[in-house]
């Protein structure tokens, strides 16, 4: 296996999962080389870290992991300020559950929207209006604190809009779009070609 010195993240600079990753990196403010697998030779020095490697996926010395939970796992673990989980176990677990939830339930009917399948984004947009008054109790989604659900959940949200899905007169889900977009750290997650997504 190859090694690197230096923390290596292989994204995928239109992949809502590598999204995710992105927004963790910038919200820690960590120092890591960020290397787009649309380039042959960065796609090149990931496959030698293994045949199962594929972006999202971070290396680093004698690590190399490409499982989206994984890799926030232990950015979190390897790097705990800011939080983006909570002090409690119960609190934690709650966070955790809500993040696997959001991958779970939403992001199959996104990726079946951008497959072109009206009836998915019918469904993905009733699904949010189902979810605005949950945005409506708390500063972030379920919790007073920025956590890996909002992690998780921002990178769909930013895209819903290109898809023909318009948020922005849904109540709780509007202001929570606000607050997190204009997070100087979710702009610096954004690629080249995300940005178009506005």
């Not at 677990?93 to 929207?113: N, V």
């Not at 009733?126 to 972030?140: G, M, R």
Request: hydrophobic share 45%.
């Amino acid at each position: 296996m190859s090694k690197l010195n230096t923390l290596t993240f292989f994204s995928n600079s239109t992949c809502y999962l590598s999204h995710i990753v992105r927004l963790v990196l910038a919200e820690k403010a960590i120092d890591a080389r960020i290397l787009d697998v649309a380039v042959p030779a960065n796609a090149r020095l990931m496959a030698q870290f293994g045949s199962t490697m594929q972006a999202p996926a971070l290396a680093e010395r004698d690590l190399a992991l490409h499982e989206v939970d994984m890799v926030v796992e232990y950015l979190e673990e390897r790097y705990p300020h800011p939080a983006l989980l909570p002090s409690t176990t119960v609190a934690r677990a709650h966070t955790r559950m809500l993040a696997r939830r959001i991958h779970r339930e939403l992001y199959p009917l996104l990726d079946k929207t951008q497959d072109g399948c009206s009836d998915s984004r019918k469904e993905l947009a009733s699904t949010l209006l189902a979810l605005a008054p949950l945005f409506e109790q708390k500063k972030y989604f379920m919790s007073d604190e920025l956590s890996v659900a909002d992690c998780t959940l921002a990178p769909l949200l930013w895209r819903v809009k290109s898809l023909g899905i318009n948020l922005t007169k849904i109540r709780g889900i509007s202001e929570y779009c606000q607050r997190i977009f204009n997070r100087p750290s979710f702009i610096a997650s954004l690629s080249e070609q995300e940005q178009k997504l506005a």
